[in-house]
C-alpha cells in the first residue's frame, strides 16, 4: 500500500513539475519587488525643502539655513493625506539641487542643523520616515546627484561625499523602499562661493555602476529609479503620461541619465535588455514646490482621472506630487483634490461588468483548465489564459449573458511571464454583427480603454501581434459614475 501512495506521489509531483514548467517565461521579466511595486499603481512625492520658502523651484545653493522654519510641520499628516489619496509610497527630496539637506548630516554644514527648524535639532527625514512605517506607507527618498552648494561638485572628492550621504540615508532611518536619482546635472551653482558653470561628463562622472552596488548591499530589496533605471524609469516627460505604446523592457545601454532619448523612454522597446517599470512623474499644481500664487491652479479630480488613465492605464505608475506649505502642511485644497480623485478611480472601476463571464478561445495551452480563457473574468491576477508554442495570434470572445452598457475596458497581461503583446482590437456584437470599438498596440500590468458608452451582448479580444505566446490575465468593462 505504501508502496502504491509513493508512485502516485511521485506522479502527481513529476505531472506537477511539467505541467509548471509548460508556460516558458519572456527572455526578460520582472523581478517580485517589480511586480509589487507596480501593483502599487499611485504613489506619492513629498517636495519639500529651502527652495518651499525661497519661492524658488531650483535653488541656486546659497540660501541661508536659518530661512528654513516650517513651525508646524507635521509627517503624520502628509501621510494621512497620501493614504486618503490612495497613495501607496511617498517619497521625499531629502536633498535637491541646491543641496540643502533635511537631515543632519555629518557631512556638510548646509542642513537642517543650521536652520531655524527646532534649532537645529531637527531630522524631517526622520519624522517622514516613522510617520510612513508608523502607518504602513512605502518609503522613498530622492537624492540630487547635482548639488549647487558643495565645493567639490564636479571633483572626483564629491562622489565619495555623495555616497557617504547615501549611507547614513540608507543605514539611520530603516527599511528605505525606493531610492530617486534626478537627471538634472550640472550648470551654474554656488559651488561653495565660486559661483561658476561646472559641467560634468554624465557619461562617466557618477560611477554609477558602483554607487548602484553600493545602495542594494546597504538596502537589498530597495527599488532605483533613474533615466537609466536599473529597476524603474522616468518616462521622458513631467506631464504624468505613458506613450500609446509602452514596453517594460528598455536597453539601459541606450540611455545617459540627463540626455536621454525622451521618446524612447516613453516608448521602450520589445527587445530590451531589461525590465524597467515606467514611472509618470507629475504635480498637482503647476511647480514642484509650493507657492500660495498657484493654490487656484490646483489641479481638477477629472484632470488627475485622466492622467491616471494615461499613465497606470498604459502599464505605468503614476507619481503625483502633493508639496507641503511653509507652515510644514499640504493644503487642504491639494487634499481634497487628491481625495476626490481617488473616489472617481475606485467608483468607476469597482464593478466588473464582465466578473465570472463565460468566455471561449480561439485556442488555450493544452486544453489544460489551468490556462482556460474563463481566467480572464476571475478577477484573480494569479490565474491567466494562454496558447500552445508558437501561437501569438488569437481570440477571446466574451458572452454578456445579455446587453451590459460600459465605457471603459481593462486588460492585463500575466507580467510574470515577460510583456509579450504589441497590437490587439476589441469588438463588440451588436445587432448581429461583429463592430471594431477600439484597437491599441501593448497591454503590459494593465491597459485602460476609454470608449463612448457602449450598449453590447458580446465582446471580443483579437490579439493580432504578440512576440510569444499571449497570456491574459484580467479583463473588464465598467461604466463610470455620471
Not at 517580485?32 to 506619492?44: A, F, H
Request: aromatic share 12%.
Amino acid at each position: 500500500m505504501k508502496k502504491i501512495i509513493i508512485v502516485q506521489l511521485l506522479i502527481f509531483l513529476i505531472s506537477y513539475s511539467l505541467k509548471a514548467q509548460t508556460v516558458a517565461p519572456n527572455a526578460v521579466i520582472p523581478t517580485k519587488n517589480q511586480i509589487r511595486y507596480q501593483q502599487m499603481e499611485l504613489i506619492g512625492f513629498i517636495h519639500f525643502s529651502i527652495n518651499t520658502f525661497t519661492g524658488k523651484e531650483w535653488g541656486y545653493g546659497d540660501d541661508d539655513p536659518k530661512l528654513f522654519n516650517p513651525a508646524q510641520l507635521d509627517a503624520e499628516q502628509w501621510v494621512a493625506a497620501a493614504k486618503a489619496g490612495g497613495l501607496k509610497e511617498l517619497i521625499l527630496t531629502a536633498k535637491h539641487h541646491d543641496g540643502f539637506c533635511l537631515w543632519p548630516s555629518k557631512y556638510t554644514e548646509y542642513s537642517i542643523k543650521n536652520s531655524s527648524y527646532k534649532n537645529g535639532k531637527g531630522d524631517i527625514v526622520k519624522e517622514f520616515t516613522d510617520a510612513c512605517h508608523k502607518n504602513g506607507i512605502n518609503v522613498g527618498l530622492y537624492l540630487s546627484p547635482w548639488d549647487r552648494n558643495h565645493k567639490d561638485y564636479g571633483k572626483p572628492e564629491y562622489i565619495a561625499y555623495y555616497r557617504n550621504q547615501l549611507k547614513e540615508l540608507l543605514t539611520n532611518y530603516g527599511e528605505i523602499n525606493e531610492i530617486w536619482f534626478d537627471g538634472a546635472n550640472g550648470g551654474d551653482g554656488y559651488y561653495g562661493g565660486a559661483k561658476e558653470k561646472r559641467i560634468i561628463d554624465k557619461k562617466t562622472y557618477y560611477q554609477w555602476k558602483e554607487t548602484i552596488k553600493l545602495v542594494k548591499s546597504l538596502q537589498p530589496d530597495i527599488l532605483i529609479f533613474s533615466d537609466a533605471g536599473p529597476d524603474i524609469r522616468w518616462v521622458g516627460n513631467e506631464d504624468g503620461t505613458a506613450g500609446e505604446t509602452f514596453w517594460s523592457t528598455i536597453s539601459d545601454q541606450n540611455i545617459i541619465p540627463g540626455e536621454a532619448d525622451q521618446t524612447y523612454l516613453n516608448t521602450g522597446e520589445p527587445g530590451g535588455s531589461r525590465w524597467m517599470i515606467g514611472q509618470c512623474d507629475v504635480s498637482v499644481r503647476p511647480g514642484w514646490f509650493y507657492h500660495a500664487e498657484e493654490d487656484s491652479l490646483v489641479k481638477t479630480p477629472q484632470q488627475l482621472m485622466d492622467i491616471y488613465e494615461k499613465s497606470v492605464g498604459r502599464n505605468a505608475v503614476l507619481l503625483l506630487n502633493i508639496p507641503p506649505d511653509r507652515k510644514g502642511l499640504i493644503c487642504k485644497k491639494d487634499i481634497a483634490a487628491l481625495k476626490t480623485f481617488h473616489e472617481m478611480v475606485q467608483k468607476t472601476y469597482k464593478t466588473n461588468l464582465a466578473f465570472h463571464k463565460p468566455v471561449i478561445a480561439s485556442s488555450y495551452r493544452l486544453n489544460d483548465p489551468e490556462f482556460s480563457p474563463k481566467n480572464i473574468t476571475d478577477n484573480n491576477p494569479e490565474t491567466f489564459w494562454t496558447t500552445d508554442d508558437g501561437i501569438t495570434n488569437a481570440e477571446l470572445e466574451i458572452d454578456l449573458g445579455g446587453t451590459i452598457t460600459f465605457d471603459r475596458i481593462m486588460l492585463q497581461e500575466a507580467i510574470a511571464l515577460g510583456q509579450r503583446i504589441g497590437a490587439f482590437d476589441v469588438s463588440v456584437f451588436q445587432n448581429g454583427i461583429w463592430k471594431v470599438l477600439t484597437s491599441g498596440t501593448t497591454m503590459g500590468y494593465k491597459r485602460l480603454l476609454k470608449v463612448p458608452v457602449t450598449t453590447a451582448s458580446k465582446v471580443r479580444i483579437r490579439i493580432n501581434e504578440a512576440n510569444n505566446p499571449p497570456a491574459i490575465s484580467g479583463f473588464g468593462l465598467f461604466l463610470s459614475p455620471k
